[in-house]
């Protein structure tokens, strides 16, 4: 065991080093040496618990108290910081959801359920908030990464052999796919377009539909109240200075500021629309063109 | 100008040059006097590899912590159209309602190619500087435009310019913590110097492109989490004084060519790597070549170039390894023996350094009578 | 940063040790001091990831936040380091002494004894701040309910952080702060705030030189930073894959147990290593004796500790976020007066440190040639007691006719300046001690310039034999001064003065024009008459239910 630590703490050493000096190489070779060495580590430690605890012993027994590696003799008496003030269980990493009814959806289930709610293009972060707090289950946000990717694939290999796919939505200008957005390939074409406004308009929209879906269901969680919170925090005239929350006041916050900017949104994207329906195939207007950037007329400037 | 490159790139060796950016521009404008770091730089060679190759590995590294947290704040102020970014440039500018329009320059049409990417910068902010009201108003990841050293460096503030009463403000987001409405001096002082480069960079395309007395304001927009919480709160920062700095560290640099003639004509930092990257050139004509270049070492080095433990080794000795107010103080004399020498009396003092001897003599007797005969 | 300290800086390069700039201990040591080590995760506001804590070097408390952004841990954590700090704190409850009345002030009560809380580094004591100001406005009851300690710590820590402004203050104090003030090394400031590698210069191992043993302390992976930053790749190759691995669910209690002690074990050798230099350090500094008047400016601390005790039982609400511009403004009057106050304390006491006074024309030192101690003034009313002495010095005092002086050696005692002249050449430096034939004046035999000593690179000042022959020629320059000195007080109130209490020839005596006496306030409008410039006057602070629940993500 203390060879097994001994060995750790060298290994922790010389990638340090290597880390320092930029030596990716050899910074690479020793950090997979280091993983090994931390695995043998975690084993044994395991295999003494085991050969320690005698039977019915609780499963919550310390680990021996560890001096210095130098031997210096500093005893360092560890803290309780294993469990929480009161000696209660630790904090749960997940909170469990009970599904609604029957087994949980799929993934891409999932995302249309939170897409169709919003009715606008999205990112994952806000998909993924709005999810959970009005659905069971939980997208974690890291997994919509790859999504559009993949639905590429599967309707370049059988177009529109699904009744919907999760797409792209494309920016006015190039009719290219905008970064970081998700978007239903039922929605005709003007809504999955991004204009210069779009980003806010879709946010004020979002904001509403999020606001009226919290007035649809009985006893929103605490999820759906901070959902809605962050929206009242950045419309002016949502949120009353109060800490209370009205959702109506924040769904008429929201249209006001709608109204200033909804008429060149709608135009711009009409026109991008149009255009993408001229000049893109398919695929194209679903996912964006790549290759070729497909800029406005005139707009190409110096 | 390519004469130029070309010597550079010999100094430098077969590696790619490291790219500038502008915490490395501002760095520039705090050793002004150092040969070594100044070709180093321009020639875009990698310090950090070289150094430890050298046998002297920087103390310079980021934490991944610091970095995700930093990444995680700037997603966050940016998400959903530069949501709560407006908030805060609305209620703390006096932003009008109707402006929000969001241009994001990162990617253009699938090209990520610096040149595409500057060239669409340039074209939506001058469009935006010579339009009436709906030209844009928040422009995500532009890629700006720098002459160092009488070369172009790319330079993407990961902040946003945008247009408020006709004039540009540079936005900088930041992850240190305005705590009660104070932040730490340093850190505010180094986002307020790469901010500067930025508006300069901005000042620079506009009069390249003709756009007329739109200007870029001297006032950059600080963005940072408010008190212990990951809130965004916007502060002002006026950065002319950083301005005038940068633009005469840069004019000076611009003769980087004059100080590259100075130096031998074989120079070169190469480390000769091969494939695999491991470097084969002996590190002893390598530590010659770097000595063959002056620097100037100062303590302040060490929070600046990934040089400065081989240039604090040379410098052993010399009482600017000291620091400037102790070296001040032993009368600005060059090394730590003349100084001792002078003060003991061993040493006859030049004439301009009568003054500053009699004074170390004096410290010398004074320093003897309190602490005896061991002193 | 003076001649003196830098010259000291010289020698420690050229001898490979760090060189002493006092004489004496210029901080208050407390017997049971409590060491604090404290680390935090990179790239947040202040977030607490472990500290090493304790009164006694051989235990150490560790404690260690396994999930660092989760905001109950952290709470979980100040509540443990409360429980520790805020008993070692209320410890000192126990005794009290009774102050004797002074000028205008009653007898009163004060806690014997206070506590003192050392912190390797000026980070850590900004940890301290951010720390106390992150947890004093929390409550133990309502939504964001915390233990009832934690906010008791913070009130303690702002206390604490904002006695380290004031100067002379040793409630709580950096090491490197102390140590760099009593030693030279020989590198710049900047390298100074690393523990490490000054305190490789101050006390390197056996074998190393200070040089060497500060080099090596600059290497993060055999000395770890003192904190509250910790290395970022022992974050990146280290640290970041243990905090992973206690995120997991813990299906697994076991699993995860291991998972928390190979945290706490790499965080324990993160800080012990620091642990160990600042008790190090404590053992040096207690080698040293205090200058005399450590004492006084420790009764004040006693007093300023008192005061908030019984400001905290009376239930006082939390320091407020910001000072009141009025409060600003005095603070910043208070300072500057403070920091002049005590550097002429520490000149008073330490011959070494008034040597820079003396460096700078505002004292000098030498013997007494001369002495009227019967001398009496009789221009006035009544007949007055005013000894006549005259003392001779090297120094170069910038001091006028008719300047009052004082000794630290007779701190009773005004001198007023009658006159400064030449004094005869001396054959060599004066010291202290007794007179030596030929320093008292007569016509001394001219030295003659002799050859000059060859050049040697470790020598500091040559021997005085040498010395006479080397530097004759500048010392031809610049002759002695004779000061003449009226004394009054002191001396009893007789008009012939109590034996011993007039300076007599062939005693070494100091004279400065410092003081170290007290100075009323800088006069500043009542906070209630805030001119309308500064805001007006200041709403009185009420902690706010928002304080309670402000977030700490």
Known sequence: MESLERRLGELRAEVRRAAASRDAARVRALRAELRNAERDWDDALARLEDRQLAPGDAATSRAPLRTQPDGSGVAVVAGGAATAPGGGPLPPARLAAAPADGPLLPLREQVHQALTLLDVPTAPKLLSAVHDAFFAGEIPSARLTSLRRDEERSFRSAPFARPYYLCAALTAELLAPARGLLAVSTWPMDRRVIGPLSPRVNYLSAAIRVAESFLRIPGPGPAAQRLLWRFAANIPGAADGTRAMDPALVARAARAELEVHADDDRQTRAAAAARARRQLDDAEQLFGSRLQAVPQAGASGE | MNDLDARLGRIRGDAAPRPHNARTIAALTSNPGCARRAIMDAAGVDKPRLASYLGFTAPFGQSQFAITRGNAFEAQVKANGCAELLRLLREQLGLPIPEVSYDDLEEVGGQRSPLVRHTSTRSLLTRAARAGDDAGTLFDHPLLRLVVGGRHVYLEPDLIAFRLGGRFHVVEIKSFAVIDGQADGDKVAAAAIQSAVYVLALRDLLRETGTGPVDVAHEVILVCPENFSNRPVATFVDVRKQITVLRRQLSRLARIEALVDLQPPGLTFDLELDDAGVPHRPAAGLADDVRAVPARYAPECLASCEMCYFCRDEARGQTAALGRAAADELGAVPTVQVALGLAGGTITPADDQAEAAALLREAARLRQECLGATA | ?553
């Open chain 3, 1 to 553: 940063m003076t001649t003196l300290t830098s010259l000291a800086r010289a020698q420690a390069v050229a001898t490979g040790m760090a060189q002493p700039v006092c004489t004496m201990r210029h901080v208050h040591l407390s017997d049971r001091p409590l060491v604090l080590v404290p680390l935090v995760l990179a790239g947040e506001a202040n977030a607490p990831l472990a500290a090493l804590v304790g009164d006694d070097p051989a235990a150490g408390r560790l404690l260690v936040v396994s999930q660092p952004r989760n905001r109950d841990r952290r709470f979980a954590f100040a509540a443990e380091l409360a429980e520790i700090v805020v008993s070692y704190v209320e410890g000192y409850y126990s005794s009290v002494q009774t102050v004797p009345g002074g000028r205008g002030q009653d007898e009163r009560t004060r806690f014997a004894d206070a506590p003192q809380v050392l912190v390797p580094n000026p980070a850590c004591i900004g940890f301290v701040r951010l720390l106390g100001r992150s947890t004093r406005f929390r409550r133990p009851s309502g939504e964001y309910a915390v233990d009832p300690a934690v906010p008791v710590l913070g009130r303690w820590l702002s206390f604490l952080a904002e006695r380290a402004e004031h100067p002379g203050s040793c409630l709580l104090l950096a090491a490197t702060d102390v140590v760099a003030l009593h030693w030279a090394s020989g590198q710049s400031p900047v390298e100074d705030l690393n523990l490490a590698a000054l305190m490789g210069w101050v006390s390197p191992p056996a074998g190393m030189t200070g040089a060497e043993a500060a080099a090596a302390g600059e290497d993060p992976v055999t000395w770890p930073p003192a904190g509250p930053a910790t290395d970022p790749t022992f974050d990146n190759e280290v640290l970041a894959r243990l905090i992973a691995a206690c995120d997991l669910p813990d299906d697994d209690a076991r699993a995860r147990h291991r998972a928390e002690s190979a945290l706490q074990a790499a965080l324990a050798a993160q800080v012990a290593p620091t642990w160990r230099l600042m008790w190090r350090a404590i053992d040096l500094l207690r080698g040293m004796p205090p200058g005399s008047r450590v004492a006084a400016r420790w009764d004040a601390d006693k007093d300023a500790f008192t005061s908030y005790a019984g400001y905290l039982r009376d239930d006082g609400p939390p320091q407020p976020r910001r000072d009141s511009a009025v409060a600003a403004a005095q603070r910043l009057n208070w300072l500057e007066r403070a920091q002049a106050s005590y550097a002429a304390q520490r000149a008073l006491d330490d011959p070494l440190v008034m040597a820079e006074h003396r460096l700078s024309g505002e004292a000098f030192a030498g013997p007494v040639t001369a002495a009227e101690p019967g001398r009496l003034d009789s221009s006035g009313k009544r007949r007055k007691l005013r000894p006549l002495i005259t003392v001779v010095t090297q120094d170069s005092p910038r001091i006028d006719q008719g300047a009052t002086l004082v000794s630290p050696s007779r701190p009773s005692q005004q001198a007023r300046v009658i006159s400064v002249s030449a004094a005869p050449l001396q054959p060599g430096p004066l010291q202290p001690g007794p007179l030596q034939p030929g320093q008292v004046p007569a016509q001394p035999a001219l030295v003659q310039p002799g050859p000059a000593q060859p050049a040697s690179p470790l020598a500091l000042a040559p021997s005085p034999a040498s010395a006479t022959a080397a530097s004759a020629p500048a010392l031809a320059a610049r002759r002695p001064l004779a000061v003449v000195l009226e004394l009054a007080g002191g001396m009893g109130r007789a008009l012939t003065p109590e034996p011993g209490s007039v300076p007599e020839p062939g005693e070494w005596l100091c004279y400065t024009t410092l003081t170290d006496s007290y100075q009323p306030q800088g006069s500043f409008p009542d906070r209630a008459d805030t001119p309308w410039t500064h805001g007006g006057p200041p709403p009185e602070y009420v902690p706010a239910d928002e304080d309670a629940s402000e977030a700490w993500s």
